[in-house]
């Protein structure tokens, strides 16, 4: 019996290695229209008897201005050209600093990787499965495709998913014509959208976009992101 079990507990973890393989390949081609977080703001929304109404609208990276993808960039991972999916300077960081609130160190990557593929959740099991997904990704994606699905799936605002969406709904224009002050303003609410406005900004979006404003320009402009 004990020998069963473990053939079966084999070929489940074999059969779960090809078939996330193959899912991670096909994505690295197809526009992600729905994902599980999408799903699950849902579901909170309806349960808190709120607007469900989703905001979401692919456009692929060349349709994008690349100041919204140099101000992301800014903002949340400026190792991204140059790391495999994770920043152990950052992560060391975040585990040093004296702090009362933990900061997040979580690349891009692997923000593509819990958006894309999971559930949120601070379970260890979730945490290997993300480690897992984004090694999958920065093996078989670009790193021009990681940022274009980052660009449209992140929430970046209430309920609106992707920066198209975010531009179309705050901004009423398209994603390839933001100024970067725009894209920079975008970038400012990620770490919380349900709670910051790019519409009505607070005092901390304001200060907060111009810090990243000044990053852009020390990164170089989107001369950086130019060889991805």
Do not use: C
Request: glycine fraction near 4%; proline fraction near 3%; avoid cysteine.
């Amino acid at each position: 019996m004990l020998r069963r079990l473990q053939f079966i507990a084999l070929k489940v973890f074999l059969a779960f290695l090809v078939l996330s393989v193959v899912w991670v390949i096909i994505l690295r081609f197809l526009p992600i229209w729905v994902t599980p977080y999408m799903i699950s703001r849902k579901i909170d929304a309806f349960r808190a008897d709120e607007d469900t109404e989703i905001y979401h609208d692919w456009e692929p990276y060349e349709n994008i201005s690349k100041e919204v993808a140099l101000a992301v960039v800014a903002s949340e991972d400026q190792n991204f050209p140059n790391h495999w999916g994770f920043d152990f300077d950052q992560i060391y960081n975040a585990m040093t600093e004296d702090r009362k609130r933990a900061r997040g160190a979580s690349t891009i990557s692997q923000q593509v990787a819990k958006n894309v593929f999971l559930w949120h959740g601070r379970s260890f099991v979730r945490k290997g499965l993300e480690a897992y997904f984004t090694v999958l990704i920065e093996v078989l994606w670009s790193k021009e495709r990681i940022l274009e699905v980052y660009l449209n799936v992140a929430e970046m605002g209430k309920m609106t998913f992707g920066v198209e969406a975010a531009s179309l709904r705050y901004y009423n224009k398209s994603a390839k014509r933001l100024t970067r002050y725009e894209a920079a303003r975008i970038a400012a609410v990620l770490p919380n959208p349900i709670r910051f406005s790019i519409q009505n900004p607070s005092a901390y979006v304001n200060k907060r976009t111009n810090q990243i404003v000044r990053q852009m320009r020390y990164l170089g402009g989107q001369k950086y992101l130019a060889d991805l």
